[in-house]
């Protein structure tokens, strides 16, 4: 086999399940964070519509920073 080859498919497997794990950590974190931010009680059987508002507005927040932040470090390369 082609060592050169195995190489640049082991660098884009590698890559691959960096992504992975940033995606993962990203979602543990915001997790986290919109919890303690939107959940203020002890949850019931489903979300109060104020705490679905604050989940999804804090979330849509957090990504749109992510990207922004991804955006800012890529030109800087």
Same mark, same amino acid.
């Given at each position: 086999? !082609?060592?050169? #080859?195995?190489?640049? +498919? #082991?660098?884009?497997? @590698?890559? =691959?399940? /960096? +992504?992975? %794990?940033?995606?993962? +950590?990203?979602?543990? /974190? #915001?997790?986290?964070? $919109?919890? !303690? /931010? $939107? @959940?203020?009680?002890?949850?019931?059987?489903? *979300?109060?519509?104020?705490?679905?508002? $604050? #989940?999804?507005? $804090? %979330?849509?927040?957090?990504?749109?920073?992510?990207?922004?932040?991804?955006?800012? *470090?890529?030109?800087? =390369?």
């Amino acid at each position: 086999m !082609d060592s050169s #080859l195995n190489s640049a +498919e #082991l660098q884009h497997f @590698i890559s =691959q399940e /960096k +992504e992975k %794990a940033m995606v993962n +950590e990203m979602v543990a /974190k #915001l997790t986290t964070v $919109c919890w !303690d /931010k $939107c @959940i203020t009680s002890t949850p019931g059987s489903k *979300f109060s519509s104020s705490e679905s508002t $604050c #989940l999804s507005n $804090c %979330a849509q927040r957090y990504m749109d920073m992510s990207l922004i932040i991804m955006k800012r *470090f890529q030109s800087m =390369q």
